[in-house]
């Protein structure tokens, strides 16, 4: 499913000139490119929900993927900005939480936590990345597991807080099942967005 997914974005990335030109360039702040890049990523993290196993209490989606891959090209501000986006869709209503669910009672719940880790470990991946611009794959996959261990870490404290176990049974439910399917979207996003920086850095020179 991620090697799909990745070939089929490298596909378009080679083929749609206009995206390298004005959707991939590096990112530089304006209030307007801002919201509309925001815009952009919180669509793009909705779809990733979509995209679900069905794992109890914590189900496995696609989100972390495109929260990664928001960090490394728009950078901290406007990727956090990017997941704030996504987070008031589901508070409005808007089915874009996993599995179809909406509503301010998915963030108070048990998954909450790593709704809201999306935005921190959003903003800690493109901070990483800003600070060292010229990171490769391997730069770039530290990067996005930084925001990974954000996102899990205040993700599992709160499910052992909502559901009220220990943080060992919350590590067990809420991250063991999940090494193996992260690793390889941590791997896909890193590889992806190298090439995506590897296409901007072209068009530049």
Do not use: H
Not at 13 to 30: Q, R
Not at 95 to 122: E, H, N, Q, S
């Amino acid at each position: 499913m991620l090697l799909g997914l990745y070939n089929m974005v490298l596909i378009r990335l080679d083929d749609i000139s206009y995206l390298e030109v004005y959707v991939l360039k590096p990112f530089t702040y304006s209030p307007l490119r801002s919201m509309v890049y925001a815009s952009l990523f919180g669509a793009l993290t909705a779809i990733g929900a979509f995209i679900v196993v069905p794992l109890q209490p914590v189900p496995f989606t696609l989100q972390t993927f495109f929260t990664a891959l928001s960090g490394v090209i728009l950078g901290g501000r406007t990727a956090a900005l990017s997941q704030v986006v996504y987070l008031i869709l589901g508070c409005m209503g808007l089915p874009v939480f996993a599995g179809g669910k909406a509503g301010l009672g998915i963030v108070l719940g048990p998954t909450g936590g790593y709704i809201l880790g999306f935005i921190l470990g959003a903003y800690i991946i493109g901070k990483i990345v800003e600070a060292r611009a010229e990171a490769g794959i391997i730069g770039i996959a530290l990067a996005i597991l930084a925001g990974d261990l954000i996102i899990y870490g205040l993700g599992t404290l709160w499910l052992s807080i909502i559901a009220q176990l220990s943080l060992a049974k919350a590590f067990l439910l809420g991250v063991v099942p999940f090494l193996l399917p992260e690793l390889l979207k941590l791997m896909a996003a890193a590889f992806l967005a190298a090439r995506i920086k590897r296409l901007t850095g072209e068009n530049d020179d």
